[in-house]
């Protein structure tokens, strides 16, 4: 077994949690520029997943707690709105670090590390899906009420 190595980046301050969704993307090669953009894919592509897999479960709540709500067709219609918004808003993206290194091989690995306020994304999908000319006004309705819920939970924390 080789030596324990603490990665960068990793601790409190690089984990999601409930005002956040925070990811690092880590990524090797021997060009700058490619280590670069393929850490910064990684971050952000997991920063997207994150927000899909914590609206699942949002929706997944709403709509046993909402049981007369049209559950399967709200359920796809806001999926979609989320795969909308995460592929092209992340809203509030913003980058909490950067770490290069260049080792005695000649490949550089670099590490980014992103962040988006959870109150930040809500809104923007909440803004999403008022423009969205897909939804009906029931739909619209539900997917507003489950953000709206998700907003107040993070009101309730209280100022950072």
């Not at 949690?17 to 953009?37: L, P």
């Not at 939804?135 to 539900?142: F, I, Q, V, Y």
């Amino acid at each position: 077994m080789g030596e324990k190595m603490k990665e960068p980046m990793t601790g409190g301050k690089y984990e999601s949690n409930d005002r956040y969704f925070r990811a690092v993307g880590k990524s090797d090669s021997q060009d700058e520029n490619i280590a670069k953009n393929k850490a910064d894919l990684q971050a952000k592509k997991e920063l997207a997943q994150q927000v899909g897999t914590t609206m699942k479960v949002v929706t997944d709540q709403y709509l046993h707690e909402n049981a007369g709500a049209s559950g399967s067709e709200i359920n796809d219609k806001f999926q979609s709105l989320i795969r909308e918004v995460t592929n092209t808003d992340m809203a509030d993206l913003r980058k909490i670090d950067e770490e290069k290194y260049y080792n005695a091989e000649g490949v550089y690995t670099v590490y980014i590390a992103y962040e988006i306020h959870k109150r930040d994304m809500y809104r923007t999908m909440k803004r999403q899906a008022k423009l969205d000319a897909r939804l009906n006004e029931s739909e619209r309705k539900a997917i507003e009420d489950m953000l709206d819920e998700e907003l107040k939970k993070i009101e309730a924390l209280g100022d950072e």
